[in-house]
């Protein structure tokens, strides 16, 4: 075997061309050779369609930016927004070009190292984003995997963090929404309001199990994601998995456990593969999140001890309560109903209220037990640096 000029200098830089063995595995500028896989052509399109939709993939990943810019508003991205906005796109570009002009790969696909096409950058880039890590493209030379190790702490450091916080904006936008369209017909919680009639506890009312329309709906995303891939992978020309290999595919990539002995042989199954590990492993990400959430509440449902409830409720009536030679029994101020409605409500514990007690003792109220504005901003203000000057209202 003779080594080329790029694989005797270190391997990671395209050369002209490469011979494994008797084979002719790559030249340079030449995208059509045996060791290429065929793609889709149409006579009016100047590019394949598996290529087509790997550029709206692209398109997709490097508009998740503009998505979050849009959501947040502009008045309110900060800088840090705004340079992981300009760094996601600026990873994705230099990964784009290293995996198809620079870096050569080997893979079950071809034989011998050569870049990747935009086809098998994508079907890559997916599988780094979304951790599946199947294994049938490797890099080929020491330092592209170097290379790679780096894209990928980037991509999971950049990319998780935008779509983490795309994804708790959506979830906020929606509970508004559902919140606002509940709230529609309810009047002001005044006094006259319905609200302040009711006690502070229905003790009529014991904790219900807990509901599980997001779960079954979590459940039923998944499975649409892992039957259309169970059913392209099976009866798509090239691919043709037996029904049992295409489930276990299935699981395994969404599952992100990726052991790769299955994967996409064609350059459509491919493309299709980066779109469907995307959605997919965000279905079952939001499954087992809602499974993990059911669990906690159905727990909590079971600590509910109603007898330990009525202890405590006679216990916090008893330490709120004063005797009042006017009442000629024990009452409640304002402030005690207070402490006791928050500690009915579970709002607070008794040791915070406790420890703001204290806190308040330690600024030495006057005789009327009151502290002064300027005592509360001396005390509880900001550091002296931050302070505007004090102005009472």
Known sequence: RVLSHGEAGGGDLASDVDDWGSFKVWVKGQREGPDYNKETHLGVLPISIECM?????????????????????????????????????????????????????????????????????????????????????????????VWIAINVLLALLLYGSIIMEVTELISKRLEKALDDGDDEDAEPEGMDSPNAVHPLKNWNVQPSRPDMTPLLKSGVAFLLLASLGVTFYHFYPGEEKTWLQAVYMSVITLSTVGFGWFNATTEAGKVFGAFWMLFGVATLAALIGSFVEWMMAVKQVERFNLAQEKLNFYRWVKNNAKYDPKLSDSGMSAYDFMKFGLLMKGMVTEEEIERIEERFAQLKPNADGKVSYDQVYQAEGPPEGLRKPASPR
């Not at 951790?131 to 330092?143: L, M």
């Open 53 to 145: 939709f790997a550029l709206v993939f692209i398109s997709l990943i490097a508009s998740v930016p503009f998505i979050l810019a849009a959501m947040v508003g502009g008045g309110r991205l900060t800088k840090a927004h705004i340079i992981e906005s300009c760094c996601l796109i600026v990873w994705l570009g230099t990964a784009l070009f290293l995996f198809t002009n620079v870096l050569k790969f080997n893979s079950a696909h071809w034989t011998g190292p050569r870049p990747l096409t935009t086809v098998e950058a994508v079907y890559l880039l997916s599988q780094i984003l979304t951790t599946v890590g199947y294994g049938d493209i490797t890099p080929a030379y020491p330092r592209g995997q």
